[in-house]
């Protein structure tokens, strides 16, 4: 919705301003204009940028209008999950969940939480740390060591559509020049024979070609470059989150502690209170 509403007024203040002085709004129609910059961009982007990228690209894009992946509420099923894995880890031995790790579709703790079952990437990140836990016999520094380079390769994987996407922004300016040079060397292979009023608009046309590219950059493909990055960043924490719960479970503290340390580190948007956790904790203990 915020997506929206800001390309919207971008719009509107440029139009707007534009008009306030006169201007004609279709005199910056002008369909070849689009068509150098953004089918040149596009072709660049294509060049450049692997296929798995663009792709993920096209589904950040999307998922940036859809909003935050992970609410407030999916924290807490979050805290909840790994919650009930720990305790039962404690009570029962290590063995206990090796059941419910290798399938989790059929774990009764796993299916009271279908959002994390649903996704694949922290539900993969979550039974694969548990199976090191479990089987791996890792002392709590060297298991939080190689989560660390996880989470690494993790973000610059995610962060990747961002990155390109924001490529492809600061290539729209450039190609606003080409269009422009296109269109002054247009006009000048007609300069000795066309009116003078012809002659202006042809060069008002290739100006709209410098005007679209930066505007088309930072009005619009930059916003959503940042945007789709702010929303990587905010995917991760989910990631963080389990595996400071985990670290902290191995290094001996009781699972509503690992649990208040995975807590802290939320953004305070989202992060749930302590009294508030608690009393969630204390319903899915039972």
């Not at 990140?125 to 016999?137: A, E, K, M, P």
């Not at 305070?268 to 039972?286: C, H, I, N, T, Y």
Request: net charge negative; aromatic share 8%.
């Amino acid at each position: 919705m915020y997506l929206i509403i800001g390309a919207f007024v971008v719009i509107a203040s440029v139009l707007g301003g534009f008009v306030m002085v006169g201007g004609k709004i279709l005199a910056l129609w002008h369909v070849n204009e689009i068509i150098v910059i953004c089918g040149s961009a596009m072709g660049s982007w294509v060049v450049a940028t692997p296929i798995k990228v663009i792709k993920a690209s096209f589904a950040g894009m999307k998922g940036v209008l859809k909003g935050p992946k992970y609410k407030r509420e999916d924290y807490v099923d979050l805290l909840k999950l790994i919650y009930e894995l720990l305790v039962k880890m404690r009570r029962e031995g290590m063995m206990a969940i090796e059941s419910h790790i290798e399938a989790p579709q059929e774990s009764s703790i796993f299916q009271k939480y279908p959002k994390v079952l649903a996704d694949h990437h922290i539900l993969d990140f979550i039974t694969d740390c548990l199976r090191l836990i479990v089987g791996g016999n890792m002392a709590p520094h060297e298991l939080e060591s190689l989560l660390e380079y996880e989470l690494e390769t993790h973000h610059h994987e995610t962060l990747e559509p961002a990155h390109s996407v924001q490529k492809v922004a600061d290539a729209l300016p450039g190609f606003g020049i080409v269009a422009a040079v296109l269109g002054i060397i247009n006009t000048m292979s007609i300069v000795g024979s066309a009116s003078p009023s012809e002659i202006g608009e042809k060069v008002a046309s290739a100006l709209v070609g410098t005007f679209l590219g930066i505007l088309v950059s930072y009005g619009f493909v930059g916003p959503i470059a940042s945007a789709m990055e702010n929303r990587a960043h905010e995917e991760g924490k989910a990631f963080e989150v389990v595996k400071m719960a985990l670290i902290a479970s191995l290094r001996g503290y009781a699972p509503s502690v690992a649990i208040e340390f995975a807590r802290k580190l939320l953004f305070s948007d989202v992060r749930p209170s302590f009294q508030d956790l608690e009393a969630d904790l204390k319903a899915a203990k039972g």
